[in-house]
C-alpha cells in the first residue's frame, strides 16, 4: 500500500510539472509572436513616415513641413496581421549648415498586445532630402 502511494503521488507531481512547462513554452511561443508583430509594425510605420516625409516634395521647406506635421502622428492597425497594434511616429530635421540637402531622422514605436503579453519595438531610419 505505501509503494502504491508513493508512485501515485510521484505521477501527479510529474503530471502537475509537465502541465506548468506547457503553459510556460505556451505563454513564450505567444510573446515571441507578439514581439514579432510590433517589429513589422514600426517598420510599416517607418515606411508610411518616409512616405508622408518625401513623396511628391519640391522643396526643402516643404518636407520640413512634413516632418513638423509628422510628430503630431500615429497609426491604428485594421489588418489581419497587425490588428490590435498601434505606432506613433515622430521626425526631427537636422539641417547642415552651408549644404544644400537636409537629413531627417524618423522614428516609429509600434506597441502590440494587451495586459500582460505586450510589445514594443522602436525603428530609426534617416532620410535625406537632396
Not at 505521477?11 to 508583430?37: D, E, G, K, W
Not at 510605420?45 to 516643404?62: E, I, T, W
Request: one cysteine or more.
Amino acid at each position: 500500500m505505501p509503494l502504491a502511494m508513493f508512485i501515485l503521488v510521484a505521477l501527479a507531481s510529474l503530471a502537475i510539472a509537465a502541465n506548468r512547462m506547457s503553459s510556460s513554452s505556451f505563454s513564450s511561443s505567444v510573446q515571441t509572436a507578439i514581439s514579432v508583430q510590433s517589429l513589422y509594425a514600426a517598420d510599416s510605420g517607418a515606411q508610411y513616415a518616409a512616405h508622408k516625409l518625401l513623396f511628391d516634395v519640391s522643396s526643402s521647406a516643404q518636407a520640413d513641413a512634413n516632418c513638423t506635421a509628422l510628430n503630431s502622428d500615429s497609426l491604428s492597425y485594421s489588418a489581419a496581421g497587425l490588428k490590435g497594434c498601434s505606432a506613433s511616429l515622430n521626425c526631427t530635421s537636422i539641417n547642415n549648415t552651408g549644404e544644400n540637402r537636409h537629413l531627417y531622422d524618423l522614428i516609429a514605436t509600434a506597441t502590440c498586445g494587451s495586459d500582460s503579453l505586450i510589445a514594443t519595438r522602436t525603428i530609426a531610419v534617416k532620410a535625406t532630402y537632396e
